[in-house]
């Protein structure tokens, strides 16, 4: 199972929205075929474990990352696929969330004679696909918050100048997190402020999956503008890649204006400040297989994502300097008036990148409204 795990994550930035899948056949203590899942619309693990096995993979036993799909969508059922190969027994990391699926392929194995063996190595199993087990379970993405910071936790001067808090190799870091991403979103005020590119800037021969030629998938580029402010000249709409604009204005002419740009419009609801219904946002994206979200914006976005238990995951590049007490903060949070209100963070991961700080923290308890649960 540790071994498709490693096979798994080849494919982490490539086989979105589908899940990361590893499989090995084996044996005798043999290895006779791996595989992982590349891209959607292409082989999954199994049937590439078993095209490398061939005929030795009667009487074997498959280890995979996710329960095997048993139903017809882009390809034929992983399930059929293993029973007629004629192994004879099968270790899963964990069941597949998909309402599809969820414990049906697990069954049909079973009931076909097969042993079925579940929960192996099941927390890095799932630690493969936060987005897509979200999504399947709540109707919402995986949400991260990306924030950059001096070590007094500022992250810009007063007059706004913040190239560049973090170094190079911060910042190379932060690439790696926009390319497993499926979404990065920003609000309007850090748009017109920085005009940022919010793409994926790694070279193809970066990338573990890509062949020469293929080109790096770039992730939607999601605009919060309540009042359709992004200018035609914005980078954005002139990058490779999509981007959509969040918005809650209703004026038929101004949304054609802004599509004519380039950009597509969702319209949606506002909240009881006037801008865009976070949690209505992340919803549409889930309806739209957005499986992982990465938020990089300025201290009001940050601060609403996190207030409204929005955010899953916190990741904060702190550099080794101080900017003083004048300087601009992480997040506008509301005014707590004691200390059982503060918000709790849960370490995960703390390393350090160049000369940079790099903190890793889930937020306590639960982490987004179920309001939009799917399933």
């Known amino acids: ?67 095997p799909c ?86 810009a001067l007063a007059n706004g100048e913040s190239q560049w808090i973090t170094s190079e190799a911060a910042r190379t870091d932060v690439q790696w997190l926009r390319a497993r991403s499926s979404a990065i979103v920003t609000g309007i005020g ?3 402020a920085d005009d940022p590119s919010l793409n994926v800037r790694l070279p193809p021969s970066a990338i573990p999956a890509l062949e020469e030629g293929e080109p790096v998938r770039q992730p939607l580029r999601v605009i919060l503008d309540s009042a359709l402010r992004l200018p035609v000249s914005a980078k954005v709409l002139s990058l490779p890649g999509a981007t959509l604009v969040a918005t809650c204005v209703q004026d038929p002419r101004r949304v054609a204006a802004t599509t004519s740009a380039g950009a597509e419009v969702w ?10 219904d976070l949690e209505a946002l992340l919803g549409y994206l889930a309806e739209r297989e957005i499986n992982e979200v990465l938020i990089e914006a300025g201290p009001t976005l940050a601060g609403a994502a996190v207030q409204r238990r929005l955010v899953d995951e916190l990741v904060l590049y702190l ?47 639960r982490s987004a409204n179920n309001r939009y649960h799917r399933h």
């Open 267 to 276: 319209v949606g609801p506002a909240d009881a400040t006037g801008r865009v």
């Open 190 to 192: 850090t748009l017109l």
């Open 319 to 365: 550099a080794p300097h101080l900017m003083g007490s004048d300087a601009r903060g992480l997040f506008e949070l509301e005014p707590l008036t004691s200390m059982s209100e503060r918000v709790p963070l849960e370490l995960l991961d703390l390393r350090q990148i160049g000369p940079d700080l790099r903190v890793r923290a889930r937020l306590s308890g």
């Open 1 to 67: 199972m540790a071994r498709a795990i490693q096979l798994a994550e080849r494919g982490l930035y490539t086989t979105d929205p589908n899940p990361r899948v590893g499989c090995v056949l084996a044996k005798d203590g043999q290895i006779l075929g791996e595989g992982w899942h590349r891209r959607a619309g292409e082989p999954h693990a199994e049937r590439l474990s078993i095209d490398a096995a061939g005929e030795a993979a009667h009487g074997a036993t498959a280890y995979v990352t996710l329960e």
């Open 70 to 155: 048993c139903h017809h969508g882009r390809t034929p059922p992983c399930t059929d696929a293993l029973l007629a190969a004629g192994v004879s027994r099968v270790v899963v990391g964990m069941e597949d969330p998909n309402p599809l699926v969820r414990g049906r392929g697990l069954e049909r194995m079973r009931a076909a004679g097969v042993e079925v063996v579940t929960g192996v190595l099941e927390g890095p199993c799932r630690a493969l696909n936060p987005g897509f087990d979200k999504r399947m379970r709540l109707g919402l993405p995986y949400v991260r918050l990306k924030l950059a910071a001096s070590l007094d936790g500022r992250t």
